[in-house]
């Protein structure tokens, strides 16, 4: 039986896991757009 701080917990580490996600795919995304110096 799963309790729901357990859910929570894996809710919150899924959500935090795609924003890193995310956030690695735009500044790649932003390094990619900006001209090589």
């Not at 729901?4 to 996600?21: D, F, W």
């Amino acid at each position: 039986m799963v309790t729901e701080l357990q859910m929570g917990c894996s809710l919150a580490r899924s959500i935090m896991v795609r924003l890193a996600i995310i956030m690695i795919s735009v500044c790649g995304m932003f390094v990619r757009l900006r001209p090589a110096p």
